[in-house]
Nanobody
Framework: QVQLVESGGGLVQPGGSLRLSCLAS????????MGWYRQAPGNQRELVAT???????NYADSVKGRFTISGDNAKNTVYLQMNSLKPEDTAVYYC?????????WGQGTQVTVSS
């Protein structure tokens, strides 16, 4: 049983920054890919950023240049550094871990960008 626990969400003003953390119950390098997704009320879940076990990253066009995904294997943790936040970034952010036979999700953390 794999567990993913997100933290770091909160209320921030436009232009501000937050760093989200995803603590996994096993090595992040044991997964083929880890990533962050988000979902606003009434909207579809969308991909924000992913990172493969080899370190290759992908980002949604809407966050390129503002968000950075990174990992710390010693801490079993994946981060999402979010800078220059905009109101449209408001959503519940979910951590995802994909292995070739399974797909795991955290419970989510709320990010609200508002003045």
């Amino acid at each position: 049983q794999v567990q993913l626990v997100e933290s770091g969400g909160g209320l921030v003003q436009p232009g501000g920054s937050l760093r989200l953390s995803c603590l996994a119950s096993r090595s992040i390098f044991s997964f083929n890919r880890m990533g962050w997704y988000r979902q606003a009320p009434g909207n579809q879940r969308e991909l924000v950023a992913t990172m493969s076990s080899s370190g290759i990253t992908n980002y949604a066009d809407s966050v390129k240049g503002r968000f950075t995904i990174s990992g710390d294997n010693a801490k079993n943790t994946v981060y999402l550094q979010m800078n220059s936040l905009k109101p449209e970034d408001t959503a519940v952010y979910y951590c995802n871990a994909y292995a070739w036979v399974n797909d795991y999700w955290g419970q989510g953390t709320q990010v609200t960008v508002s003045s």
